[in-house]
């Protein structure tokens, strides 16, 4: 099964209005003969029908892109190059953010909350190695209202 994440997506308004200013600018810069920004335009209009998406499947963790509505490139994780899965249900919530660690690098996913455990019990099924932090929602609020104590009451004390 393949789970999709969330992402975040310009209205399409934005991307007329992009596509028609670059459009613009690279015909202001031909006429003046600018000539190598003119490259940078068509990079720019090109950038309007750019897209990508977030799965997470049997083969791992991907990000594909796509360019008019056909691949342009994945960018594969397998389940054994990940390392550490670390789901933050503060920081998007009403959904969940998973943080999915290879090596150094990290990766932020958007989920519902109902597709986390589903994919936490892939991950241990496909990796035995990886190093899921199990913190519930609620010890994770408890935590982030610990820190915002500490931080009011380290201002006070900063102010006096």
């Known amino acids: 099964m393949v789970y999709?994440?969330?992402?975040?997506?310009?209205?399409?308004?934005?991307n007329v209005l992009i596509f028609i200013l670059a459009a613009y600018l690279t015909w202001r810069e031909f006429a003046a003969g600018q000539y190598i920004y003119i490259i940078l335009g068509v990079i720019v209009m090109a950038a309007c029908f750019f897209k990508k998406e977030h799965h997470i499947s049997d083969q791992g963790v991907d990000i594909?892109?796509?360019?008019?509505?056909?691949v342009f490139k994945h960018n594969l994780w397998t389940w054994d190059e990940i390392t550490t899965i670390h789901p933050d249900y503060t920081k998007a919530a009403p959904n969940v953010m998973l943080h999915i660690g290879k090596d150094v690098v990290t990766r932020s996913f958007i989920y519902k909350k109902s597709q986390v455990a589903p994919i936490l019990e892939l991950a241990r099924e496909k990796n035995a190695n990886i190093y899921i932090d199990d913190a519930t929602q609620k010890q994770q609020q408890e935590k982030a209202q610990e820190i915002a104590r500490a931080r009011k009451a380290?201002?006070?004390?900063?102010k006096k």
């Open 64 to 70: 594909v892109y796509f360019m008019f509505d056909k």
């Open 4 to 14: 999709k994440g969330q992402i975040k997506e310009r209205q399409p308004w934005v």
């Open 154 to 158: 380290a201002k006070k004390k900063k």
